[in-house]
């Protein structure tokens, strides 16, 4: 597989991890935590986007 390409998986699964972690935290009832993982997907999907652009320009 290509670098780029699992640069693009990992982003990926990183984003739906912080995803995951807002249920938990929501679960827990913890505003820091919820705050912390909507922090980590706003970062990891715009690093994702980011990342796609740079590369759709490469090509």
């Given at each position: 597989?290509?670098?780029?390409?699992?640069?693009s998986l990992?982003?990926?699964f990183l984003t739906?991890?912080?995803?995951i972690l807002i249920g938990i935290a929501i679960a827990e009832r913890s505003g820091l935590g919820i705050l912390g993982a909507i922090l980590g997907v706003i970062?990891?999907?715009g690093v994702g986007f980011v990342f796609k652009a740079k590369n759709r320009e490469k090509e």
């Open positions: 597989m290509q670098k780029k390409k699992v640069i990992l982003l990926a739906a991890f912080f995803i970062v990891t999907m």
